[in-house]
């Protein structure tokens, strides 16, 4: 048992001494950074495009809101986004919200 042990010991040592492996880790690594900077890069655009079609339009819906900030905006900005995300996002806040599109076109007719 104890020859076992020893082997054993000695094939963890060389894979972990290994060039190849540190290689196969950092090859993966930079995989997996890039798939991060394209999925913030598709966030980023995707934030902007709603957020300034919402802007144009001057309101949006409950469901359109939680779209944007809870499931776009919030990883986008905890994957290490970038501030024009931030004041696109900061903007719609301040637009009037309601809770459906009947909704919004009733407070359009009143607003006339």
Known sequence: ????VQM???IICSVLASSGFWA????KS????AEVELLI???HDRIVYLGMSYLERGWLTEDEYEN???YLYIPY???GGNGSAKRVMDAVDRLPIY???IHAKEAMKNER
């Open 1 to 4: 048992m104890n020859e076992y």
């Open 8 to 10: 054993f010991i000695t």
């Open 24 to 27: 196969f880790i950092q090859r």
């Open 30 to 33: 930079d995989r997996n950074s």
């Open 41 to 43: 890069g598709l966030g």
């Open 68 to 70: 944007l900030h809870d």
């Open 77 to 79: 900005e905890k994957n």
């Open 99 to 101: 809770k459906t599109y």
